[in-house]
């Protein structure tokens, strides 16, 4: 058990999939501009990445490795991932319509998410059990939600100060990223 | 025409420049210029794949139900993305091993889908051509700049070579996580300072 404790803490705030790994860096000046649009990314996110690790596990398991076409993964990862994203969207529009128009316009970006491919390709790479890659996915995607919101915060803040103008917008975005990321260096005294 | 088609190309170079005009394509900008070479290879690759992603889907946009495109222009990337991967796999293996799940991942590089949905799906087959050379070369450029600069101030090199002297002390904080979000983030406001002319 303290395994996994490890496992979620390191993933989560070690080896923050932004801060740390540089995946999903995208949404992550995209969506952040408003604390609505990144509590939206962030629960879509956090969804379809640990479904996303879990079925890509089982294929990657069971089908490329058994039939020996794992040269194939690239194009099988992602048509699952795209397909699964098309699912859940379709999903939850018929049974949890609350849910679907909270975070409606963001599951479709979630498929050129880098974030979700770079797990999935991760947690194979790293040779995970199918319990560790649940654990690790799901980790990995609270860790950018964490970012992603604390970030957004940040930001909204900053629209409020003087910025000098050639900074504005996505440039002093990307350098107050680079101090969040500074702050999460500190954690890797952690384990 | 001719004119047209260098105009395509010139775009990609200086008004549509990725990273910094179209802040599209983010990961790969951030993670891989550690180095001047890293960011140079993945560059080349990424303008490869979009080049014939471009030709292709330009090809074939008559035949492909608008319903369905993205599915389909995926299919067409990651199609490229896997010869790219096995190319570097056999061809540059060091480069392949440095640049590790970034290969795979610029099937989901939005420059690349944005191009086809956004340009090749409208154009004929030479402006796609054209456009996706331009912004291709226009990436390798700014990854190559961004590597050379975070290569030169984090570890005292370019290429390999040495260009501060033997006293020089490596700023380590520049190849991490935090120089690269402040070095893309300085330079995006350089840029800004030089278009306002």
């Keep these: ?191 | 025409m001719a004119k047209t088609i260098a105009q395509e190309f010139k775009k990609g170079l200086w008004d549509e420049i990725p990273p910094f005009r179209l802040v599209l394509g983010l990961c790969p900008t951030l993670a891989v210029t550690t180095s001047a070479e890293n960011g140079i290879g993945m560059g080349l690759a990424t303008t490869f794949v979009l080049v014939c992603s471009n030709m292709l889907v330009s090809v074939l946009r008559g035949i492909i139900p608008s319903k369905i495109r993205v599915p389909c222009f995926i299919i067409i990337i990651a199609t490229f993305v896997i010869m790219v991967e096995l190319l570097m796999q056999a061809f540059t293996y060091g480069l392949f091993l440095n640049l590790g799940i970034f290969i795979p991942l610029i099937v989901v590089n939005c420059i690349v889908l944005g191009r086809a949905e956004a340009f090749a799906s409208k154009n004929k087959f030479l402006p796609s051509l054209a456009d996706g050379l331009g912004i291709g070369v226009g990436y390798t450029l700014s990854l190559g700049v961004l590597g050379s600069i975070r290569e030169s101030l984090g570890s005292g090199t370019i290429f390999g070579n040495a260009v501060f002297g033997p006293n020089f002390q490596p700023f380590e904080f520049m190849v991490q996580a935090p120089g690269a979000f402040m070095a893309l983030g300085l330079l995006l406001c350089i840029m800004n300072i030089l278009g306002k002319k």
Excluded: H
Aim: proline share 3%.
């Design chain 1, 1 to 191: 058990m303290g395994d996994f404790t490890v496992l979620i803490i390191s993933s989560i705030f070690i080896n923050n999939i932004i801060l740390a790994q540089y995946l999903g860096a995208c949404p992550f000046v995209g969506t952040s501009k408003k604390m609505e649009t990144a509590v939206g990314m962030a629960g879509a996110v956090v969804f379809v990445l640990t479904m996303a690790g879990m079925i890509t596990w089982i294929i990657n398991t069971y089908f490329l490795v058994q039939l020996n076409i794992e040269f194939l993964r690239t194009i099988a990862f992602i048509m699952v991932i795209a397909s699964l994203v098309q699912f859940v969207e379709m999903f939850l529009k018929k049974s949890i319509p609350a849910l679907y128009a909270g975070l409606g316009i963001f599951l479709p970006l979630i498929t050129t998410n880098c974030a979700v491919m770079g797990v999935c390709l991760l947690n194979v790479q790293d040779e995970l059990t199918f319990l560790q890659a649940i654990i690790t996915s799901a980790a990995y995607a609270v860790g950018f939600g964490v970012a992603l919101v604390l970030f957004a915060g940040v930001r909204e803040r900053i629209n409020l100060g003087r910025v000098p103008s050639p900074l504005r917008d996505t440039s002093i975005g990307l350098v107050t990223a680079g101090m969040l990321a500074m702050a999460f260096i500190g954690f890797r005294g952690m384990v």
